[in-house]
Structures are given as C-alpha cells and as structure tokens.
C-alpha cells in the first residue's frame, strides 16, 4: 500500500452521528493534513497536525496522530449533512520540499 | 479572507494543443504547486515552486510540462502537447514561508479529446 491510505473507503451515517476515519502512512513525516472535497470540487484545507502534536481540535473536528503506528484519524462530531464529501489526509515527508502525498480519501454521506 | 484563483474553471483542448493553466496564488505567499487529479483517482504532486525556480517536480512533470511565474502574482502551467491522459482536474495551490498548510485553488478541469 502507498503513503497517504484513508479507511473506510466509504462511510454512510445519519445527521448528528459521529463519523470517524483513518489514514495511515509508511515513511517519518514532518505533518499531516486532512482535506474535504465536495463532489468534484475543490480542496479545502481542514486541519495540520504536526509529527510532535498528538491530537489537535477544529470547531467539530479532533485529529488524533500516533506516529509509532503511523496513523491520524479524523473525527467529526455531531455531524450535519452539509459534513457530506471526501475526507483526504496528506503527507508531507520529514527532510523533503513540502510535496504532499494523498490518499485516495473516504467518501462520507451524512443522511438527513 | 484571501484565496488561491484558477482559470479556466473548465478547459476543451483538442488532443496536441498547447494550454495554459493560470492561478493566481495567495498574495504573501512564497511557495507555489500544482496537483492533479484524474477523476476516482488520487490527488497526485507535480511540481513546487519557490524563490523562482523548481524545487521539486515528480515523474509526471515531464519536458511537456513547464511553469512559469511571469509576474508578481501568477502562476501558470503549461502543457506544450496535450495528451489523452492529461484530462484531469488541476489545482494549484500556495503556503507561506514558515508554513506547512497547502491552500488550494477551485481547480481547472482539462478535457483531452
């Protein structure tokens, strides 16, 4: 598997639920992203964790990162059903020039 | 709150056309992207740009692809011969100097026929 791995590929749950998704990598990082992308639209940048933090928090959003086990999850609390897109985590590799390596993203529907 | 801009939104080439890509980065910012994705498919590097010149560029990029900063506040990328499988979605993207977080442009949607 490739740096930048999201599971579950897809994640259907009904408005107000939590929804959670991971993302693992292979090589030491200096941070880690998480990105939404509605249908064929743009990227918007939600989060930067970096390779020393532990857990950060947005709004609704908590990212936790174990860099022993190489992995982030995302969580949203509450959520809504405008929450509904493709999450994407991207990392960018401890001593290169801040090229980020994506995963291929869950696709998340938040049901009314 | 300020914005990475691309145009086109969408771009029609014929197979073999030159096109350009214009982005207009964050106006402070000092390091330059660009990414594709071709659709179901992972959002994939291929290029950064700093202090004006290449600072890394993946397999992809190849001599068909160039940018440029022409000025102080575009950004383009250009595809000399357009192929098939250059049909993708391209955004550019920008972050300031000291700051990891990548702000991503709307996308230009490049059609190949």
């Known amino acids: 598997s490739q740096q930048g791995e999201e599971d579950p590929q897809a994640l259907s749950i009904q408005e107000g639920e939590n929804a959670t998704m991971n993302c693992s990598y292979k090589t030491s990082i200096n941070n880690l992203q998480w990105y939404r992308q509605n249908s064929g639209r743009g990227l918007v940048h939600l989060i930067l964790?970096?390779?020393n933090e532990r857990e950060k928090h947005s709004g609704r959003l908590r990212v936790t990162l174990d860099t022993s086990k190489k992995s982030s999850s995302l969580l949203i609390t509450a959520s809504r059903a405008a929450d509904t897109a493709s999450y994407f985590c991207a990392t960018d590799r401890a001593g290169n020039n801040r090229k980020l390596i994506w995963g291929l993203g869950t696709s998340l529907a938040v049901n009314p | 709150e300020p914005e990475v801009t691309q145009t086109p939104s969408h771009q029609v080439t014929q197979m073999g056309q030159e096109v350009i890509l214009r982005c207009v980065p964050i106006s402070n910012h000092l390091y330059f992207y660009w990414y594709r994705q071709i659709l179901g498919q992972k959002v994939e590097f291929l290029v950064s740009f700093y202090n004006n010149e290449i600072s890394e560029k993946s397999e992809i990029f190849d001599d068909q692809f160039s940018v440029e900063r022409p000025d102080g506040s575009n950004f383009t990328l250009k595809i000399r011969s357009t192929k098939l499988e250059d049909s993708a979605m391209y955004f550019c993207?920008?972050?300031?100097?000291?700051?990891?977080?990548?702000?991503f442009g709307p996308g230009t949607r490049l059609t190949v026929l």
């Open positions: 964790i970096r390779s």
């Open positions: 993207a920008s972050s300031a100097g000291g700051q990891y977080t990548q702000y």
